[in-house]
């Protein structure tokens, strides 16, 4: 059995000083599903501390949103696993579709930077899906297999325990559009199958693969229900404790 893993993806929202507050809310409103479910707050990197304090001694993990593969270095503006392992960051997402869209993400850079999450101790939830004219083209499968056998490149089946993957169609995100539970079903059965050529059927079936796109509490049940479908990746409903809730609630 796959433990559930809900977490939310802050984005750029959420000030420092309006971070605990969120982070205390959302343990409250999520206590009864401490053990049972995954729950994680990915926040922007500047609320990490006040996320960290926040959660301490609850059940809520803290996420950060990006990382760079290098240990440290002339890098301006960036920030390194070490450092967020450091700061006691447990989770972080990489590749998500807004990175890959506005500043340039790659599969190669995906790759590293996956690579650099899991040497660091760190479980990486990475981000792959298809745009709109990708899925009408049909090229579904191939945009998939291409961002899963480069992103996850020298991942091997032990990488793998540090390893979420999350299926966020672009055309769902932030546009109220979900794909529909059988949609979400066979894009994540065709994940399982392609990450069972790279790490292993066994491992394959261990690996957590969360669906993200318009996910709320009004879909997230039937969203959940489904055999492939093991977690959210929550955008717009992550920003308040009473709308993230009712997800982590559906994940019981
Ligand atoms: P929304 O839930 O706002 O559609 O965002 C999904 C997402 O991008 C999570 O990473």
Same mark, same amino acid.
């Given at each position: ?114 690579? &650099?999450?899991? #040497? %660091?101790? *760190?479980? !990486?939830?990475?981000? $792959?899906?298809?745009? =709109?004219?990708?899925?009408? @083209?049909? /090229? ?76 709320? &509490?009004?879909? #997230? %049940?039937? *969203?959940? !229900?489904?055999?492939? $479908?093991?977690?959210? =990746?929550?955008?717009?409903? @992550?920003? /308040? ?12």
């Amino acid at each position: 059995m796959r433990k559930k893993i809900i977490a939310g993806n802050w984005k750029m929202n959420i000030k420092p000083g309006e971070t605990a507050a969120l982070v205390k809310a959302v343990a409250e409103a999520t206590k009864d599903a401490a053990g049972i479910v995954d729950v994680v707050c990915c926040t922007p990197a500047i609320d990490i501390p006040a996320a960290v304090a926040a959660a301490a001694g609850t059940h809520v993990k803290i996420g950060a949103e990006n990382a760079h593969w290098a240990e440290s270095g002339a890098y301006t503006g960036e920030i390194s696993t070490a450092m967020l392992a450091d700061a006691g960051v447990e989770y972080v997402i990489i590749g998500h579709s807004e990175r890959r869209q506005y500043f340039g993400e790659s599969d190669e850079t995906v790759n590293k930077r996956a690579r &650099a999450v899991i #040497a %660091a101790g *760190l479980t !990486a939830i990475v981000c $792959i899906g298809e745009t =709109l004219e990708e899925r009408e @083209a049909g /090229k579904l499968e191939e945009v998939i297999e291409r961002q899963m056998n480069v992103g996850l490149k020298d991942i091997s089946s032990t990488d793998a325990a540090k390893l979420v993957i999350a299926y966020e169609p672009v055309w769902a995100i932030g546009t109220g559009k979900t794909a529909t539970p059988d949609q979400a079903q066979e894009v994540h059965a065709l994940i399982r199958a392609t990450l069972a050529k790279l790490v292993g059927a066994e491992t394959a079936e261990t690996v957590r693969i969360q669906y993200g796109g318009s996910m709320k &509490a009004s879909n #997230a %049940a039937e *969203l959940l !229900a489904k055999k492939d $479908i093991d977690g959210g =990746l929550i955008g717009g409903a @992550a920003l /308040k404790a009473d709308t993230f809730a009712p997800i982590v609630a559906a994940a019981k």
